[in-house]
């Protein structure tokens, strides 16, 4: 199952966090920053679709060391749809914030400094859209299964964030 399936299961499961209200927010910052910074959504959702693949080595190695409750800890601490420069720096060290910068720009065509200031903002929205499988009533219970999928444990690679953005945005339009 895909993650937008995940995420599709856990707005439909009132046992876990995902919402359409949180599906909207998510889609609503996606368009702001298409608007601030002059850049199509597509452009935003590029950048998010890097930032995602970042987060999730990020969030990999967090799991590796030291367990799935960590990682969704980590998931529940910083995510949101406003800007928080601490969940860029407690998955990325200053050097993958400007990898990750750089590669954005190299892709997207946008500088890479712009970039750099969406991070912020970018993180929080990732770990949002990860928030949504976890329990409603205890967040740090285990069996996250939009965090999973993201993380893909079967190691298939077939996880994208924008492509996830693309797909809720279409569903809410529904």
Known sequence: MGLFDQILGAVANPNQQGSLGQLGGIINTVQQLSQS????????????????????????????????????????????????PQAVNSLFSPQIQQQVAQVAAQR??????????????????????????????????GGNPVLNSFLDADGDGDVDIADAIQMASRYMRQ
């Open 108 to 141: 997207t065509g946008l500088d890479a400094g712009i970039v750099q200031q969406l991070l912020p903002l970018a993180v929080p929205l990732v770990l949002n859209f990860l928030q949504s499988g976890a329990n409603a009533q205890n967040p740090q219970a």
């Open 37 to 84: 910074t002059g850049a199509d959504p597509s452009t935003i959702q590029s950048v998010l679709s890097i930032v995602g693949g970042q987060v999730r080595s990020a969030l990999q190695d967090k799991q590796a060391t030291d367990g799935n409750e960590a990682a969704q800890s980590l998931v529940n601490q910083y995510a949101g749809t406003s800007p928080n």
